[in-house]
């Protein structure tokens, strides 16, 4: 079944088209004059993407209200797919095309054999089909192996067979380029395209035809190109030839998140979580470590940092913690899943595939990657943690108490420290918030805990994710 119907009040027939006053406009009139019309009613041009609000969007608005073609230039996981998605929501809903056009011909002025043929047969009884917008974008991933074949088009065989002439113009089988006619054509990661197709792309954004093989066709295609990048010096698998990169419009710079809020709204927009039927509450102090691991390791030093480190770590992180605590709870019967510090250390699986090393073997990913965890809870810890209890903590400690924790010991075990514990009562309700459940106050404790040890008031005695703190030797 069609995910978006066309309305039956459409036009059907090129007459009806005419009748109902219809006038033609360029892909990049459409995209231009529904941005003006966002903007205009205070709306951006997309929620899909956060972050960029006052970098990147006001630039490619302004690409768009120039009509240029775009390329977007960032590390991975920067968004830059998502954005050029989102570009179709800036298409008219519906486009009308000539009944069986592979190029989406514009009935007003149709460019193909097939078309051209229909319309002069038929007139104001040509049929017209209807296209939704969603169906207006085309997205190829560039790689060495991409031939011209794939994005211009070439001679079908079996319509030779069929009895057509090389030279007929019906016997061409189209690529992906003039089947993006009026619409959005995304190529990704183009530098990664042989630098001879990169040649056959040069008509395409700037005389807006196509040429195949010895053809004498010219299709006077519509459509706007998008394509994405890594910077120049992220690899050395391909590079962008000049005149390529000359006759894009625009040239956009993407930029991971700034500030941990943004990464933060990020992971909680795009995590899957998967508690059921157990209620899933991630504390406030777990989205802050996790989305700080990768500002952490954006800064490090041992990590290659042109290759980046994505937005998708945190994410999969995130999912990481969610899920080793849903373990846990399955095997103690809690109440509910919410994540503690010891669950961190599952996140190795989950950041080694995602980061790369520029200083050390990838042997030492584990200790590299418990060391910006380690880093991302003392810097949460002390930015936003008050423990005026410290010292009455510590003292309590003296006093020949050991706390042990682990990623496998149920919440009641914990709520048995803080009743032999006094000290501890005030700041965990502080940080576990007022309507805190046992296994925030579990969480709570465990991150009170850690704080103290990084910021060198306690011991620390570790075994993956089990721990032992005790006093620190006098």
């Not at 002025?109 to 049929?127: F, K, M, N, Q």
Request: aromatic content about 4%.
């Amino acid at each position: 079944m069609n995910a978006n119907p066309v309305p039956a009040d459409l036009p059907r027939t090129l007459g009806a088209l005419r009748a109902a006053g219809y006038q033609r406009r360029s892909v990049r009139d459409e995209l231009r004059a529904n941005l003006e019309q966002r903007l205009a009613d205070g709306l951006p041009i997309t929620s899909a993407v956060l972050g960029y609000e006052d970098s990147v969007l006001p630039q490619l608005e302004t690409a768009l209200l120039a009509g240029h073609d775009v390329i977007l230039l960032g590390e991975r996981g920067q968004a830059k797919s998502r954005m050029i998605r989102a570009l179709c929501e800036l298409l008219d809903e519906w486009l009308p095309i000539v009944a069986g056009s592979a190029v989406r011909d514009d009935p007003l002025a149709p460019i193909s054999a097939h078309a051209i043929d229909l319309v002069a047969e038929r007139g104001d009884e040509t049929p017209i089909d209807w296209v939704h917008r969603s169906e207006r974008f085309a997205e190829k991933l560039a790689s060495p192996d991409t031939s011209m074949a794939d994005l211009i088009g070439d001679v079908d065989p079996i319509k030779v067979a069929g009895g057509l002439y090389l030279d007929d113009p019906r016997a061409l089988s189209y690529g992906l380029v003039p089947k993006s006619n009026r619409g959005i054509f995304a190529i990704n990661e183009l530098p990664d395209l042989a630098e001879r197709i990169q040649v056959g792309l040069l008509n395409v954004l700037e005389e807006r035809d196509v040429q195949i093989r010895n053809h004498l066709v010219r299709l006077d295609l519509d459509l706007m190109v998008v394509a994405t990048a890594n910077p120049e010096d992220y690899t050395n698998r391909g590079r962008l030839i000049t005149p390529l990169k000359d006759r894009f419009g625009s040239q956009i710079r993407t930029h991971y998140p700034f500030e941990l809020t943004t990464e933060i709204a990020i992971i909680h927009q795009e995590a899957a979580l998967v508690g059921a039927p157990r209620e899933v509450r991630v504390p406030w102090f777990i989205d802050d470590i996790v989305a700080r691991v990768s500002h952490v390791a954006r800064k490090s030093h041992v990590i290659s940092q042109r290759s980046g480190v994505s937005v998708r770590l945190s994410i999969a992180n995130y999912e990481t913690v969610v899920a080793n605590a849903l373990r846990r709870v399955m095997r103690t019967r809690d109440a509910m899943v919410v994540p503690r510090v010891s669950d961190l250390a599952a996140i190795v699986q989950s950041t080694q595939g995602k980061i790369e090393f520029d200083t050390m073997d990838d042997n030492d990913s584990d200790q590299v990657i418990a060391a910006l965890v380690a880093l991302a809870v003392r810097q949460c810890f002390s930015e936003h943690v008050l423990l005026e209890e410290a010292p009455a903590i510590i003292e309590a400690f003296h006093a020949e108490v050991v706390v042990h924790t682990g990623d496998d010991l149920p919440d009641r075990d914990y709520l048995a420290v803080l009743a032999a514990m006094p000290a501890l009562d005030e700041p965990v309700r502080r940080v576990a918030g007022p309507a805190a459940s046992d296994g925030e106050f579990a969480s709570a404790i465990e991150f009170i805990l850690e704080g103290l040890y990084l910021t060198k008031r306690l011991a620390k005695d570790a075994a993956g994710a089990r721990a032992l703190y005790r006093a620190r030797s006098r």
